[in-house]
């Protein structure tokens, strides 16, 4: 499903115009985004769930072959090699919906982005 000209008030509105399969791979790509970076503010932007700590975290969204995951050029980059195998762009990668997420692997860059963001709000002088 293409949200691109809906819009959503909470996480919650988003992801319930999935089906119960879908909601449950964005119900635990959520989880581990709370795990690693509890202090992320939850949001909507671009009509997509939206993690900010001292700016953009990431993004990610449903579509009706793949979750899109929208970690920064830097999260795409530093795992490059490891995100070979699935289709990526400058900022995203794509993973299908008809083979399992790899959550370890979105753990780490999750982690990743923590700490550039984490570096980038101490250089002006946020936490």
């Given at each position: 499903?293409?949200?691109?000209?809906l819009s959503f008030n909470s996480v919650?509105?988003?992801?319930?115009?999935?089906?119960?399969e879908?909601?449950?791979?964005?119900?635990?790509?959520r989880e581990?985004?709370k795990?690693?970076?509890?202090?992320?503010?939850?949001?909507?932007?671009?009509?997509?769930?939206?993690f900010v700590?001292n700016?953009n975290l990431l993004h990610?969204?449903?579509?009706?072959?793949h979750?899109?995951?929208?970690p920064?050029p830097?999260?795409?980059?530093?795992?490059?090699d490891?995100?070979?195998?699935y289709?990526?762009?400058k900022?995203?990668v794509?993973?299908?919906?008809?083979?399992?997420?790899?959550?370890?692997l979105i753990?780490?860059?999750?982690q990743?982005?923590v700490?550039?963001?984490?570096k980038?709000?101490?250089k002006h002088?946020s936490?």
């Amino acid at each position: 499903m293409e949200t691109n000209n809906l819009s959503f008030n909470s996480v919650d509105d988003y992801m319930l115009q999935f089906s119960p399969e879908i909601q449950e791979k964005l119900q635990i790509l959520r989880e581990i985004v709370k795990e690693e970076a509890p202090e992320a503010q939850e949001t909507i932007k671009y009509a997509m769930p939206t993690f900010v700590l001292n700016g953009n975290l990431l993004h990610f969204a449903a579509f009706k072959h793949h979750i899109g995951f929208y970690p920064t050029p830097n999260g795409i980059d530093y795992f490059k090699d490891r995100l070979a195998v699935y289709k990526n762009a400058k900022g995203s990668v794509q993973f299908p919906l008809d083979e399992p997420l790899p959550y370890e692997l979105i753990r780490e860059i999750i982690q990743f982005r923590v700490n550039e963001n984490r570096k980038k709000g101490k250089k002006h002088g946020s936490q």
